[in-house]
């Protein structure tokens, strides 16, 4: 069984969608294919949704824009004049919904978290019937599929970055999948999003088809699953950043989910989540390139001569700074701040503390709703606290990291030399990743420096 995942930078224009769906019909076997929303829908949407809030009548103009911008591929991808006319159909009674959502928006002047997600959630819908429709064209049956009614459900109500039910998906999904694969049926089915226990939609955070097809590769027990990209997979450094950096052919889980935490944006960070504990196989690959082996993400944990085997970086994180005298011997204190933080929904990435200073990584858009947070705290043990919001991290990930001595000395030694001011440290945050803190203005040189320390000279093979 094979779970195939494609879409956003897959499926720019007719041209994407034709070279995804010979994709599918070249191969042989159980199937099922994941999509995400065709390239920029989903903020399409979200704007969409900004819109309506301020007024009325821009839900018929962006009605007209997301109806367009499908109804225009499917009039490029299907030849037949009468499957055309179908799909528009399709696509017509599909996005209904969605304009009563937007006019709900418009009307009430609000937009709760959950009907949010709903919105967004259409442009995994539409993709799916365009996919099922090209693919029935080329004589292979298909059938898309809505995540929320096939039992893709989360495990509580939380509207984004929702986590999968995984034991009752796996009860469900299957019974509905698998008289469709017994007849051949390719199913088409929505990432990004479940529903609630209480019927809501959730989606699984930006990114979160691939955890999505991630869930439904655990739930059938695939023994493979391919994440089909725009480009060769992971790299030893971000290659808009590097234009030297490599592939790097093969990453264990713990090693491809470090990254993805630490800013690769390539891969929705919890995507290998499910599949730890399964054997399924992680392939990483490229729709332009498919000949190009991409990336393997496997169980089994592979350490390489020279350890570090990416440089990422991630200028989304602010850092939030609670000055005290006592703060390191306070007790209950990390736990009063944690509390505090989640309560306002703002996600804690990192803390490390001393005697007099507690350190917080957040998210650069939670950061000024953290200060707030903690702006009444506890006033004895804290005496005041900043905000830097113009820093960057950069990660460095291997197997073997934590038990190979040397590593952080060349690492530091190699920024050092370019004059980058570190920050902070976290070396051995894990067993295979360490972190430090730079000003923004000093990623790239940073990165470029570690990367050269690793990857000019010797080889990392
Ligand atoms: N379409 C969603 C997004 O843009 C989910 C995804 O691409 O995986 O974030
Ligand atoms: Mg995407």
């Not at 920029?40 to 949407?45: A, I, R």
């Not at 064209?137 to 999968?164: F, M, P, R, W, Y």
């Not at 060349?410 to 001011?421: G, I, K, L, P, Y």
Request: hydrophobic share 45%; charged share 25%.
């Amino acid at each position: 069984m094979k779970v195939m995942k494609l879409g956003g930078g897959c499926f720019r224009d007719a041209d994407h969608f034709r070279r995804s769906a010979s994709l599918i019909t070249g191969r042989r076997g159980r199937m099922l294919v994941v999509v995400s929303a065709v390239y920029g829908v989903t903020d399409l949407l979200y704007r969409a949704i900004d819109s309506a809030l301020v007024s009325e009548q821009q839900v018929p103009r962006s009605m007209l824009e997301i109806r367009t911008r499908h109804i225009s591929l499917a009039d490029e991808l299907l030849a037949v004049a009468k499957s055309k006319q179908c799909l528009s159909h399709e696509i017509d009674k599909k996005v209904e919904p969605l304009e009563r959502l937007l006019f709900g928006i418009a009307y009430t002047g609000e937009a709760s978290a959950s009907v949010r997600a709903h919105v967004v959630s259409y442009g995994e819908r539409l993709a799916a019937i365009l996919m099922a429709a090209l693919l029935r064209e080329q004589g292979t049956d298909a059938q898309a599929l809505d995540a929320d009614a096939v039992g893709v459900v989360t495990i509580d109500e939380l509207s984004d970055n929702a986590t999968a039910d995984l034991a009752t998906i796996r009860r469900v999904l299957p019974s509905i999948i698998n008289p469709l694969l017994d007849r051949k049926t390719v199913p088409v089915v929505t990432g990004y999003f479940g529903r609630t226990p209480a019927g809501r939609i959730a989606t699984f955070g930006r990114n979160g088809s691939d955890y999505a097809a991630s869930v439904l590769a655990y739930a059938l027990e695939a023994d493979t699953l391919e994440i089909w990209k725009d480009v060769n997979g992971f790299m030893s450094a971000d290659p808009k950043l590097l234009p030297g950096a490599q592939p790097t052919g093969r990453l264990s889980f713990y090693e491809a989910a470090e990254l993805s935490y630490f800013g690769a944006k390539i891969l929705h960070p919890r995507t290998v989540e499910p599949l730890v504990g399964m054997t399924t196989a992680i392939y990483m690959r490229n729709l332009f390139d498919p000949a190009s082996p991409g990336t393997e993400i496997t169980v089994q944990a592979e350490v390489r001569n020279d350890v570090i085997k990416s440089v990422t970086s991630n200028e989304d994180i602010a850092l939030l700074r609670i000055h005290g005298p006592g703060v390191g011997f306070k007790s209950g204190i990390i736990g009063a701040i944690g509390d505090r933080l989640a309560s306002n929904g703002v996600n804690i990435f990192s803390v490390l503390t001393s005697q007099t200073c507690i350190n917080l990584l957040v998210d650069k858009e939670d950061a000024a709703r953290g200060l707030n947070a903690l702006a009444d705290l506890d006033g004895d043990a804290i005496e005041r606290v900043d905000l830097e919001d113009d820093v960057a991290l950069v990660a460095v990930v291997g197997e073997g990291l934590r038990h190979t001595q040397g590593i952080a000395a060349r690492v530091f030694s190699a920024v050092s030399r370019e004059q980058v001011n570190v920050h902070m440290i976290a070396s051995g945050a894990s067993e295979i990743a360490s972190y430090f803190v730079v000003s923004r203005a000093d990623t790239e040189k940073a990165v470029r420096s570690v990367h050269r320390e690793f990857f000019d000279n010797v080889g990392n093979g």
